[in-house]
Structure formats: structure tokens, C-alpha cells
């Protein structure tokens, strides 16, 4: 997706930071709320915002996610990812759950695949309202 598409796209952000940084790039937002809780956008969007790491990733990588999966490593959305120079491309789990717990990331990593988690990206696939993922990596 070249930069005319990124601006053209909605960024489905779960938490008031993430809606605020969007805004400050320019882009259009939606708050969807954790794991989407305040419902889903009307098109598919963009799930943007933080993400952990369950495997080599620094605080800050920004990631262009190619894939989403569950626990197990199905996959949930497979696409080109969305461009964005600098950004790392990423498998993305998509969790029901915080993951904090070092050896359930491992557990994770090892059992799906992915590069990181979240818990808006799964959500936004499995109802077919998913465009793309950008997340940076927070912890």
C-alpha cells in the first residue's frame, strides 16, 4: 500500500494513547477498544497501536504484519502487509488474553509462530475487517 492508501485507510486503535498517536501521523481512527470491545468498524481497517514481542524484537521495531494467527499458528489473515518503509514484516498472534508471563511468550512463539501479539488483530480477521497490521513493539 503506498502512502495515498496508508491516509485513505482507517486505523483501528484499542486505547486512547494509540488513537492519539495515530492522529498526531494524520491518519483517520476508530476506537475499537481492547479486543474490540467497543465493536467493530464498519469497513476493514488497519489494527494499529503496540504490540509484545514473543521472539526477537526490540522495544520501538515497528512491525507490518503478513500474517495473523491464533494459539496454535492457524491463520486468521494473510496479505502483502501495507509498505511501510522501515518496518519490520511480522507474524502476528492474536490473543484473547495479556501476555506478560516470559515463558507463556516462549510457549506462544514456539506453538504459533509469530513474531508478537496483540489482541485487536485476531478479532478484526476472523469478522473479515482486517486491512493490514502496524504495530510497535512495546515491551
Known sequence: M??????????????????????????????????????LPETPGVS???????????????????RVVDASGATLWEGPGL??????????LGSDVLVHDTTERRRLREASGADAVDMESGVLARAGRLAGVLRAVSD
Open 83 to 92: 509498505g511501510v518503509r522501515g518496518a519490520r514484516p511480522a507474524t502476528m
Open 48 to 66: 494499529f497501536g503496540l504490540a509484545g514481542a514473543l521472539g526477537d524484537l526490540r522495544v520501538g521495531d515497528v512491525l507490518d504484519a503478513t
Open 2 to 39: 503506498d502512502a495515498d492508501g496508508l491516509r485513505s485507510a482507517t486505523f483501528a486503535c484499542a486505547t486512547t494513547a494509540e488513537e492519539r498517536m495515530a492522529r498526531r501521523l494524520g491518519l483517520a481512527t476508530v476506537r475499537v477498544g481492547v479486543r474490540v470491545a467497543n465493536g
